[in-house]
């Protein structure tokens, strides 16, 4: 799952939690559901490195795609 | 005797404004200021001279909120860019300035402001044509200098506040002869990228500031088609704050520096961190509340309950929840594990001490009919009595007709 949809995810898990009435089971599953999406974002947004590549053309519709280093 | 209209002050006034204002338009006006007033209103009224002739001028104030009022001064010869009009209340006519510049400015800013004229008339910089900015872009492109401090700030800011980015640099000339058409060329290759290769959220086209001779490229009217004619968002990013260029009237979003358009495209890693590790408490402070209303109103449920649960039905349950949640505390933190381990034991042993849910399985309860008490064994009943059966939905009256000892 990409980052925006889990955090997108975990909103929805958040509003549904507040509603009131919600069953006991329920809320329980939706808290476990919430807590490892929270742990697998949190461990995407730790770990995250800014990837950079450099896009040169060399024909048409050709390219080359390389790391870019800025020194 | 031929009927010659009259016309009335007004009247004519108001013709020759329309006539004056439709034939003449706008238009450039060089001269030297002489009787300037400054008006307490902010409006500013001078007049403005050559060596023969004269006309009155005025400068409404934030007439352009693009340019910081201009410091004027009597005897300072000006090029100003303006309409003629008629006031007619005096039937004086009146030239109303928008914008204003020393004489000696020279032909590039001229170039500027009428290339900017001709393309917001073509709606080049109409807000229709803006394309949205995403909130949480994956890749971007960036087309700059490989080189120049732009590419530096736009990386480390977006490394600093969503590194979650893959970004790709398309090289770019950004000042000289070559630039406009590098310019346009890595456009063109960015959207061929985009299209085949990997597609792209955004783009951000800039460099740093500099004179208006450096940041030409980016007033170049090839390049303002170009960037309008491009399918994916542009964001651009040129220069210190105050310098505008034709580039940042075609964006799609206009970012006063490099590092603040990297800014402007990216989430806060921080304000996302801050959101995620408050959940938690957040959330669970919510469920403690879900727990207590349940509690407190199993509990009142509980008067007048009339059955007996199969004591290690009841044990076996709650074990399973016991497990859940165990597994939940262990990961959430001991704090948290006697109140919650109380207060879900409870529930769930209340829960199943619900009296109605046996007739929500299809149990039903007898009794010999004007009897309080349930029947559970068939040595207290005989043929012939007559019984009432309740179900989960309502209850009905029978004869019993033979009885079989269990």
Known sequence: ?71 | MLEEHVHSVSELNRKARGLLEKNLGSVWLKGEISGLTRAPSGHLYFTLKDATSEISAVRFKDRSALLPPPQLQTGEEILAWGRLTIYEPRGRYQFIVSLIQPAGLGALQLNFERLKETLKKEGLFDAAHKKPIPPFPHRIGVITSPTGAAIRDILSTIERRWPLIEVFLFPSVVQGDTAAGELISALAYAEAFNSTQAPLDLLIVGRGGGSLEDLAAFNDERVAWAMFACPIPIVSAVGHEIDFTIADFVADLRAPTPSAAAELVTPSRTEQLGFLSTWTTRTLRHLEILLDRRTRRLESGLKGYIFQIPIRKVERLSQDLDLRLGELLRRTGEAWKKRHREATRLDGFLRLCDPTLPFQRGYCLTFRLGTPTPLRDTASIAPGQRIKTRLQKGSFISQVEEVTTG
Do not use: C, H, R
């Open chain 1, 1 to 71: 799952m990409k980052i925006d949809e889990a955090l997108k995810k975990l909103e929805q898990i958040t509003k549904q939690l507040e509603e009131n009435d919600l069953p006991l089971e329920k809320a329980l599953g939706l808290f476990e559901e919430g807590l490892s999406l929270a742990t697998a974002i949190k461990s995407d947004l730790d770990q995250a490195k800014l990837k950079i590549q450099q896009v040169m053309k060399k024909a048409e519709g050709v390219f080359s795609v390389e790391d870019f280093d800025l020194q």
